[in-house]
Nanobody, 118 residues
Framework: QVQLVESGGGLVQAGGSLRLSCAASGIIFSINAAGWYRQAPGKQRELVAAITSGGSTNYADSVKGRFTISRDNAERTVYLQMNSLKPEDTAVYYC????????????WGQGTQVTVSS
C-alpha cells in the first residue's frame, strides 16, 4: 500500500518560513510528477507548485519568488520551502504524486495545516 505523509506545517508569523515534507512509503518503483496544492476555508483547492520527474518546476503566480518545490528521489520525498509567508497563504496543504508501484496511480497526502498570523 502506497501512502503519502505530509509534515512541517504549523503556526508562523507573517514574513516567516516553513518547509513542508511529503514522504512516500510502500512499494514504489518510481515517482513521476508531483505537486503541492492548498485549500483555504471557503475556497477551491488550487495548485501551488509542481515538479516533473526531470526536475522542471511551475508555480502559481501568487507564490512565485517565495516558494520552492524540490524532490529527493533517493529518499522518496518532495519538499516545499515557503519563505516570506503571508496571511493569505493560510490553508491546508496537500501533497500529490503520481507513483509507479505494481500499477501506476495518483496519490494524495492527508494534508498539513499552515497558519500565518498577522
Amino acid at each position: 500500500q502506497v501512502q503519502l505523509v505530509e509534515s512541517g506545517g504549523g503556526l508562523v508569523q507573517a514574513g516567516g518560513s516553513l518547509r513542508l515534507s511529503c514522504a512516500a512509503s510502500g512499494i514504489i518503483f518510481s515517482i513521476n510528477a508531483a505537486g503541492w496544492y492548498r485549500q483555504a476555508p471557503g475556497k477551491q483547492r488550487e495548485l501551488v507548485a509542481a515538479i516533473t520527474s526531470g526536475g522542471s518546476t511551475n508555480y502559481a503566480d501568487s507564490v512565485k519568488g517565495r516558494f520552492t518545490i524540490s524532490r529527493d528521489n533517493a529518499e522518496r520525498t518532495v519538499y516545499l520551502q515557503m519563505n516570506s509567508l503571508k496571511p493569505e497563504d493560510t490553508a491546508v496543504y496537500y501533497c500529490n504524486a503520481e507513483i509507479r508501484s505494481w500499477n501506476t496511480n495518483d496519490y494524495w497526502g492527508q494534508g498539513t495545516q499552515v497558519t500565518v498570523s498577522s
